[in-house]
């Protein structure tokens, strides 16, 4: 039985460690010694402590299993440790030790029991508190305001001094000895700071010196462990310990902790790190590492054996090992996955059942075409493309066995106006181009020339009629891309002029006066970084540096409604396909859902450790995926407000998301000039495509879901076979214990196209209807 599952009436909390001082027996359980006196050593039953119980309900036993390295002290003491033991001067102290550390933390229920229980007199603690008052050193001297004055130098003599690693002592085959010291962790800072680099460095050549099929997993250790022992050394005011500790190691580190390491430079004193949010999070927050049980097996042995407790309270209190059976992952296995700010996903993480598929299409009955419109489509009527637009996971009018209730979220009931619009995109699609690796789409780009106030975001409206325009003189810019000109609606008094029962009302209402071909919207403070337009085309969002997001009429062009709730700049923001609601998120971490007729967000979803930079709906409006400067990617239940799944791999900020449009696959594109592909419904990474050779701000898939278009600040659009990398994916990869797929590295034959512009960043991508392929960004002479 551990320290932790006692549950008797006597016990007492001490620093989240659970005492229960009931007898003398129970005393020596607490502060076992290393070795007593006669040279006799207790034996000790080796148990795993999981540092956070599992949620795996189907009983496998292996999943989100994390454990502590140090032994707990078993579940019984050895009969020697049950006898009374007054007489002997190192358990007398052990004893006082226990009776001041209780009075000190005003346990006096506890100091009562034990006393009597060990005979000793009521003054005992007043008379005895000096006795010993010039011994010890090392971890109980640095105590001092843990345990405090005479109670300190009463604990060094059961913990002896930690600046230098005790010779582990004899014992019999089987047996494990339990570290004092680590069960006093909570209170004291341990060990000699000039010795952090001799710990560091011995675990190091340890790791060197393994089978390489180990070498890999358990170099995962590294970066955390530098990390945390280096934040450790700053904390405590050990500053030129922890110059030499940066520079001896951090070049050990893999290349793309580059940045994360500069910024680690700059912190060389405990001030720094209170204004630093990102380090204190990474100090707050368990780093996940996922390792298999052979690899930890042989970790643990070495670090009992050494018996280094600063690497094993680290472990204990930052590190988060999720243990798997199988063989150990390959180097290449484990950097595809890497990199993120809190290392690895936890498998329970992607365990919860994801509704990815479509929800049923209402009953719209789609009108005959002329006849000279049937008569164009040479190769074949419209119902004969029909099948292929469903088959590619579009739109289906059956019911998704993937898909959530219709009534999982209150969505919008559809106008009549919806309904003219969906079936002109009904009509569309019959006319859409099939794209393949020998059919590619043609690339329409929309420069913006002599864009002097700093063009910072677009978005194309779902017929591609609007184009709009985000800037950093805080202004957003409306054009029509065809020739239709905007125009607002009349005012009042000259609406009540019009016959409201006419049946061009709709065109009555819109002043000719006005018309023009683009409109400039003022209200922001900020540079404007985000913007979105509704899928009836009524409404514009734009979210902005001044922490504001704006609701804009396209009648009228006015600010409808401003909402307030994020306290720092806002980065995206996104309308749901099904209108009404929208996302956004930004520097203060959190993603708001909203509705547009609600001035308070309706959930926050909360957990990202850095900004959030990018949002993007899923097709169904059930889930909502967020991209952040902590190099993950997280999907959130709009109905539930929770995480259900998070995708590490990225080696920079996310600025980039598009899911599929059958919203079974999800594409994401960073600082590190990588795309890589996601499967929503097993958690996986399924691809990697690599080409790029600057920061990714835009992905976008083909309406059937065939192509992938990535734009990128590198001046290029470049195509990629998205439904290849699907297809050459292994489905057994799906089902194994592991969770780990094998990628191959294929982007080369994934790659359809690149297309240079003469000095255009691409920062938005839109696909037609007819699978025409928009783009656009703003020249850079």
Known sequence: MTLHEYHQSGDRILHGWRFPVLNLAHAHFIFKMAAVQGGL????????????????????????????LSPSPGSSASAGSAKSTTGAPEDQSTLLAVLQFLKKNKLTESVDILRREAGLPEDVLDSKGTDSSGAGSGAAADSADAAGGDASSLLSRVTGSSSAPAPAPTKAPGEDQPDVNVVLSAYSQQGDPALYGVYYNGLKRFIESVLDCHRAELSQLFYPLFVHMYLELVYNNHENEAKVFFEKFSGDQECYYADDLRVLSSLTKKEHMRGNETLLDFRTSKFVLRISRDSYQLLKR??????????????????????????????????????????????????????????????????????????????????????????????????????????????????????????????????????????????????????????????????????????????????????????????????????????????????????SESKILYGHSGPVYGISFSPDRNYLLSSSEDGTIRLWSLQTFTCLVGYKGHNYPVWDTQFSPHGYYFISGGHDRVARLWATDHYQPLRMF?????????????????????????????????????????????????????????????????????????????????????????????????????????????????????????DDLETDDFTATTGHVHLQDNSQELLLGTYMTKSTPVIHLHFTRRNLLLAAGAYNP
């Not at 050593?41 to 402590?49: M, N, R, S, T, Y």
């Not at 995708?647 to 449009?661: C, D, R, V, W």
């Open 41 to 68: 050593v207790d034996a000790v039953e080796e148990k795993d402590i999981k540092t956070e119980p599992s949620n795996d309900s189907g009983g496998n036993n292996n999943a989100g299993e994390a454990r502590l």
């Open 302 to 515: 070495h670090l009992q054996e050494r018996q280094n407790n600063q690497i094993w309270n680290i472990i204990q209190e930052h590190l988060y090992i999720d243990i798997f059976d199988g063989m150990p992952r390959s180097k290449s296995q484990i950097d595809a996955m890497s990199g993120s700010l809190a290392g690895e996903a936890k498998r329970e993480a992607n365990k919860a059942k994801v509704y990815y598929g479509l929800l049923k299409e209402p009953e719209i009955e789609l009108p005959l075409d002329d006849e000279d419109e049937e008569a164009e489509n040479e190769e074949g009527k419209p119902k004969k493309k029909k099948p292929k637009k469903d088959s590619m996971g579009s739109k289906s009018k059956k019911q998704d066995p993937n898909a959530p209730s219709q009534t999982r979220i209150p969505l919008p009931e559809l106008k009549d106006s919806d309904k003219l619009d969906k079936i002109m995109y009904m009509k569309e699609a019959t006319k859409r181009i099939r794209l393949a690796p020998d059919n590619l789409p043609s690339i329409c780009f929309y420069s913006f020339l002599n864009a002097y106030q700093g063009l910072t975001a677009v978005d194309f409206t779902d017929d591609s009629s609007l184009i709009a325009g985000g800037f950093a003189d805080s202004t957003v810019r409306v054009w029509s891309v065809t020739p239709k000109k905007l125009r607002k609606v009349k005012s009042a008094a000259d609406l009540n002029l019009i016959d409201k029962e006419s049946d061009d009302v709709l065109e009555r209402i819109m002043d000719e006066k006005t018309a």
């Open 606 to 726: 909360s957990g990202h450790l850095a900004d959030i930079t990018c949002t993007r709906f899923h097709p169904n409006s059930n889930y909502v995926a967020t991209g952040s400067s902590d190099r993950t990617i997280r999907l959130w239940d709009v109905l539930s407000g929770n995480c259900v799944r998070i995708f590490t791999g990225h080696k920079g900020p996310i600025h980039a998301l598009a899911f599929s449009p059958n919203g079974k696959y999800l594409a994401s594109g960073a600082t590190d000039g990588r795309v890589l592909l996601w499967d929503i419904g097993h958690g996986l990474m399924i691809g990697e495509l690599k080409g790029h050779t600057d920061t990714i701000y835009s992905l976008k898939f083909s309406r059937d879901g065939e192509i992938l278009a990535s734009g990128s600040m590198d001046y290029t659009v470049r195509l990629w076979n998205a439904m290849k990398a699907y």
